[in-house]
């Protein structure tokens, strides 16, 4: 079993930043990537970015250049810096890892951004 508990959301203006931390614990040692995704009102939820347990990353195409993933092994916890953001970032951003066979989720945080 894999735990994952998020922080960092909330009130920002467009334009402004907000870095996303997600805390894992269980059995970190079988994950092999952990991201973020996103699910705003009335819409399927997205991946936003994913970071492999060797560091490759991946983006979606309208995060890339605003968005950064990153993970600190140390602290088995992976970030989510967000710059530049805009009023249709405005979602509950969820935390996901992945394992051989199983997918693991986080409580969501709600990233809200006024115009």
């Known amino acids: 079993q894999v735990q994952l508990v998020e922080s960092g959301g909330g009130l920002v203006q467009a334009g402004g930043s907000l870095r996303l931390s997600c805390a894992a614990s269980?059995?970190?040692?079988?994950?092999?990537?952990m991201g973020w995704y996103r699910q705003a009102p009335g819409k399927q939820r997205e991946l936003v970015a994913r970071?492999?347990?060797?560091?490759?990353?991946n983006y979606a195409d309208s995060m890339k250049g605003r968005f950064t993933v990153s993970r600190d092994n140390a602290k088995n916890t992976v970030y989510l810096q967000m710059n530049s953001l805009k009023p249709e970032d405005t979602a509950v951003y969820y935390c996901?890892?992945?394992?051989?066979?199983?997918?693991?989720w986080g409580q969501g945080t709600q990233v809200t951004v006024s115009s």
């Open positions: 269980g059995s970190i040692f079988s994950i092999n990537a």
């Open positions: 970071i492999t347990s060797s560091g490759s990353t």
């Open positions: 996901n890892a992945r394992t051989d066979r199983l997918m693991y």
